[in-house]
């Protein structure tokens, strides 16, 4: 088992900046590709950015390439995601997530956190 708690959300005028993080405990942090999805009232959640174990990027989704930055910390435990230039689209609950596939698909992740609200006005 995976537990994974994040943090770091909130509420943000558009512009803004805000740095979401999520902690590992439990089995081998370094075992697991790591991803952040988010999910908006009315929508399906969302692939957002995920992270390989060795701390290179898979990919972004593509509204946030550019101004989204994921990383982890294999240290810590711990995977980040910048977020800069927020948008009010962006406003959803974000979860952190780990899988041990290198994939971006949600179906593939076998851990959940339990999300933070990110709410961006305009």
């Known amino acids: 088992q995976v537990q994974l708690v994040e943090s770091g959300g909130g509420l943000v005028q558009a512009g803004g900046s805000l740095r979401l993080s999520c902690a590992a405990s439990?089995?081998?942090?370094?075992?697991?590709?790591m991803g952040w999805f988010r999910q908006a009232p009315g929508k399906e959640r969302q692939f957002v950015a995920a992270?390989?174990?060795?701390?290179?990027?898979?990919g972004y989704e593509d509204s946030v390439r550019g101004r989204f930055t994921i990383s982890r910390d294999n240290a810590k435990s711990t995977v980040y995601l910048q977020m800069n230039s927020l948008k009010p689209e962006d406003t959803a609950v974000y979860y952190c997530?780990?899988?041990?596939?290198?994939?971006?698909?949600?179906?593939?992740?076998?851990?959940w956190g339990q999300g933070t609200q990110v709410t961006v006005s305009s």
């Open positions: 997530a780990a899988s041990p596939l290198d994939t971006a698909l949600a179906s593939n992740y076998m851990y």
């Open positions: 992270v390989r174990r060795s701390g290179t990027t898979i």
């Open positions: 439990g089995r081998t942090f370094t075992g697991y590709t």
